[in-house]
């Protein structure tokens, strides 16, 4: 009752447009908030501390899963992936002769088989690249992604928690994969509140979830990442297992093998020039 009171309080004086920082940092006075600060912080410092809170980019390589109502029939993606915080990144998967190309060849390799695709995001525009050339990404996916990208567990211990408009809610206890956790809300003068649950033994985060309204058909969904398998990497614990659920069944699944920070990677590596439509039909030769 106290959490949902303080949310009420907040939505009220954001209406009423009174200044967006007074309500937040009078929440943040609350122990409520002390506790969630806490908890929050120790998770930074779990995760490596100012190495996580300084790292300009990360590669992954993996496999990756696409799940339908939580099952699947691949065999598992192989993919690179290369971020570029904090709002750039590049997903590759590229064949070369029924082999898959290794990390650091990927990039100047340009795009001929009708299986590779590369998905580039730089900012709030999004590409798509195939073999038939560079076309913007389709817009609900695009605005999917950027959803998820604004409520990612960086953007929250990046970005969120240093927002003085930002309240902060301890939440308690919470079990997640039958680990208990402690789970923190953070709630924006927009009232978009993202909630991460940070394992109570490690302090590692092991879950961020939120919600947000279909436009169209104005249903309430859920979607949140849940991290597992942490291994340290270059001075930063960096899960190996992601998991991501829609609604409560499990949507994506992706294992990394192999992942490095702090690489020299060319602004090129995000860049990109639409050339193709894929609403126009093709042209007859």
Known sequence: MPRFFAILMLSAV??????ASAPAANLNDLDSAHKARAVLDQ???SLGGQAYLTYENKSETGRFYPLYHGRTNSLGIPYNYYIKYPDKDRLEVIHMRNVFLLYWQVGNVPVKDKSDIVLIHNGTKGYEITYKGTAPQDPIDLAGYLRRHQHSLDAVLRKWINDPTVALFYDGLAIVDGKATDQVTLLNSLNDSV???MDQNTHLPMKTSFTWR???DKQKNIEDEVYDNYRLVQ??????SVTRNFNG???HQRFINVAKYNLPLPDTLFEATVNYDPKQPPKKR
Not at 14 to 19: L, N, R
Not at 235 to 240: A, E, R, V, Y
């Open 214 to 216: 279909d436009p169209d």
């Open 14 to 19: 954001a209406v009423a447009q009174v200044g």
């Open 235 to 240: 001075g930063i614990m960096t899960p190996h």
């Open 195 to 197: 909630t991460v649950n």
């Open 249 to 251: 069944e499990m949507s």
């Open 43 to 45: 998770a930074i410092q």
